[in-house]
């Protein structure tokens, strides 16, 4: 039994921190926070799919927002007592930042533009359909897309990562980011599932080195939202 209480005598705290919170927002998230919970218990007198479809959304978004955001944010303000900026909620680096979105771009867009030719990917994308059928629905969804993707990002990329570089060195973080962000796919098209591990590492290796989540972002929700272009163009 002394070995066992050394294990957690020896936890650097803030790391204990992160790892904690990081986990329960993410298992908040996986039962109260998705589209179907809301489904389930609220979408009761909504009979239009198309509202009901963009009322699911946009609160898996919004409690993406206040779970994967507001409350690692509210840990690293209050309980850690540092600024927002040592997390990577910072324009960092912009110059390699740039650098890295031109060829972001170059690069995935044609592999994007590939995908949206899958049944499956027609089949999920957009998440809504009434973003594929008018262009102002479209850019209103996207608003509410990048909502969910500002959270996404400084759970994974900020606070999970950046904060437990100390800890565990640059490659180690990224692989502790990039395993739940991965599985957190689950459910989606294999293709994305997969490519999903990749985006993890690439987006883990740009945090670090711009020490900004907002590349990573920038480029998320890039592809989010060419994928949803080229599933409804292609997808007819």
């Known amino acids: 039994m002394k070995e066992v209480k050394s294990y957690f005598k020896e936890a650097d705290p803030r790391a204990a921190w992160i790892f904690f919170v990081s986990l329960i927002v993410m298992v908040l998230f ?38 994967f955001f507001l409350i ?32 972001w771009i170059i690069v995935i867009t044609p592999l994007v533009y590939l995908n949206s030719f899958m049944p499956d990917f027609q089949k999920e994308y957009p998440l809504v359909p009434l973003a594929g059928k008018h262009v102002g629905w479209f850019f209103l969804w996207a608003l509410v897309y990048l909502v969910y993707y500002i ?46 591990i990749f985006a993890g590492i690439i987006f883990g290796a740009v945090a670090l080195r711009t020490r900004s989540i907002f590349w990573p972002l920038l480029a998320h929700f890039y592809a989010g939202m060419a994928n949803d272009i080229f599933c409804v163009i292609n997808g007819g």
């Open 30 to 67: 996986m039962y109260q926070g998705r589209h179907t919970f809301f489904r389930e218990h609220f979408a009761t007198n909504i009979s239009n799919p198309d509202t009901l479809d963009w009322a699911a959304y946009t609160y898996m978004h919004i409690c993406t927002f206040i779970l």
């Open 72 to 103: 690692p944010a509210a840990v690293v303000v209050f309980i850690f007592k540092r600024p927002l900026s040592e997390f990577g909620f910072a324009i960092g680096d912009w110059r390699f930042g740039l650098k890295f979105i031109c060829l």
């Open 151 to 196: 959270g996404w990002e400084f759970l994974f990329r900020g606070f999970l990562q950046i904060g437990l570089r100390p800890a565990l060195g640059a490659f180690f973080s990224i692989c502790v980011q990039t395993i739940p962000s991965t599985i957190i796919h689950f459910g989606k098209p294999e293709g994305e599932t997969i490519s999903a």
